[in-house]
């Protein structure tokens, strides 16, 4: 997506990739915005996904929203027509993910990133939502060595009341590039 978001301005591929990749290190910004969660399954289905984004770039700002809606249909049969115990029903995910990231300096960001999602099955009637908050400061120490500083919270609310749970961390990562 910041690839397509800087191809007018970096026309040359090679280190427009260089700069989104950068970017996403040094602003310790997700590999990927939230989208629909898959669960392992050994039955065959038939997956339908829209996705949305749009993003503002500034002197010292970059804003990211995204947007999905995706179905996961089971189906019945295999290819030879062996009919298949349903595991799950249909399942139907929405969710929304903004980000957005303030350059303080040329060596240090901070980066927000909020996540909702809203998951049902049509057979087992769960209905699961999960909101995620996270909150990152990042410095180049050395042109190799970087530090992050992240506080994330996580909350997942279920109807199936034994799943349930809050998560809170705070973490210090390391990075040093060979």
Do not use: C
Request: net charge positive; no cysteine.
């Amino acid at each position: 997506f910041l690839n397509q978001l800087w191809q007018t301005s970096i026309p040359d591929p090679i280190q427009r990739q260089k700069i989104v990749d950068g970017f996403i290190r040094d602003s310790a910004l997700p590999t990927s915005l939230s989208q629909p969660i898959n669960t392992f399954s050994n039955q065959v289905f038939l997956q339908k996904t829209l996705l949305a984004s749009v993003a503002m770039t500034g002197v010292q700002n970059t804003a990211i929203l995204s947007l999905f809606n995706s179905s996961r249909d089971p189906l019945s049969k295999t290819a030879n027509s062996t009919p298949l115990p349903l595991t799950q029903g249909i399942v139907k995910q929405t969710g929304v993910n903004a980000s957005w990231q303030l350059q303080f300096s040329p060596r240090t960001n901070a980066s927000l990133n909020l996540g909702y999602t809203k998951s049902e099955d049509s057979l087992t009637l769960v209905k699961d939502t999960f909101k995620t908050v996270r909150l990152s400061l990042s410095r180049k120490i050395q042109p190799k060595l970087s530090a992050m500083l992240e506080a994330r919270h996580v909350q997942k609310s279920s109807n199936f009341v034994q799943t349930n749970y809050d998560e809170n961390a705070i973490t210090l990562y390391l990075f040093l590039g060979f």
